[in-house]
T-cell receptor, first 111, second 115 residues
Framework: RKEVEQDPGPFNVPEGATVAFNCTYSNSASQSFFWYRQDCRKEPKLLMSVYSSGNEDGRFTAQLNRASQYISLLIRDSKLSDSATYLCVVTQTSGNTPLVFGKGTRLSVIA | GAVVSQHPSRVICKSGTSVKIECRSLDFQATTMFWYRQFPKKSLMLMATSNEGSKATYEQGVEKDKFLINHASLTLSTLTVTSAHPEDSSFYIC???????????FGSGTRLTVV
């Protein structure tokens, strides 16, 4: 079983749509959770951290369910510029440990 | 925020040659640098963890004699792909955690093509 699993996608949605991505992680020792965005042939960029209480940043909302080991990302009012690959990422402790990446979910927002 | 400079951004080399990739932390000291590899349409896979002043830790299946890592200072880590083959063609990227609390930062990546 892979450590971080995501919906494979691709998701093709019209502008203005709401889209949700899901992710599960297998390591119960995971402590920190993130969503990253990666554009084609570029490095990943942090979109947002994910907290148990849930958090929102503009059109983006992230949720974490530790009991189910499940993470989600909701994007409202999709923009063309949201087209990218969204990576679910976890790390084991709050110390200096590497990030573990999901395979990513490709989103294409269509005009 | 934290900045990691990685170069070269793109390199094409012949089979059998070696390629060195450098990552420098510009405004913080990186005692640890993580090296990842990403094949097309695949996730970033951790190759190794480099530690300043000591030997790197390699993930299972990564040949330490082929992927030489040197972390000689608190601001520089290098990855050398030795005797490169076409199957080594990939996107290589480094990452470090800024101890000042800015989280993880990535280099801009190196796209290696071995012909």
């Amino acid at each position: 079983r892979k450590e971080v699993e995501q919906d494979p996608g691709p998701f093709n949605v019209p502008e203005g749509a709401t889209v949700a991505f899901n992710c599960t992680y297998s390591n119960s020792a995971s402590q920190s959770f993130f969503w990253y965005r990666q554009d084609c042939r570029k490095e990943p960029k942090l979109l947002m951290s994910v907290y148990s209480s849930g958090n929102e940043d503009g059109r983006f909302t992230a949720q974490l369910n530790r009991a189910s080991q499940y993470i989600s990302l909701l994007i409202r009012d999709s923009k063309l510029s949201d087209s990218a690959t969204y990576l679910c990422v976890v790390t084991q402790t709050s110390g200096n440990t590497p990030l573990v990446f999901g395979k990513g979910t490709r989103l294409s927002v269509i005009a | 925020g934290a900045v990691v400079s990685q170069h070269p951004s793109r390199v094409i080399c012949k089979s059998g040659t070696s390629v060195k990739i450098e990552c420098r932390s510009l405004d913080f000291q990186a005692t640890t640098m993580f090296w990842y590899r990403q094949f097309p349409k695949k996730s970033l896979m951790l190759m190794a963890t480099s530690n300043e002043g000591s030997k790197a830790t390699y993930e299972q299946g990564v040949e330490k004699d082929k992927f030489l890592i040197n972390h000689a200072s608190l601001t520089l880590s290098t990855l050398t792909v030795t005797s490169a083959h076409p199957e080594d063609s990939s996107f290589y990227i480094c990452s470090a955690r800024d101890p000042r609390g800015y989280g993880y930062t990535f280099g801009s990546g190196t796209r290696l093509t071995v012909v």
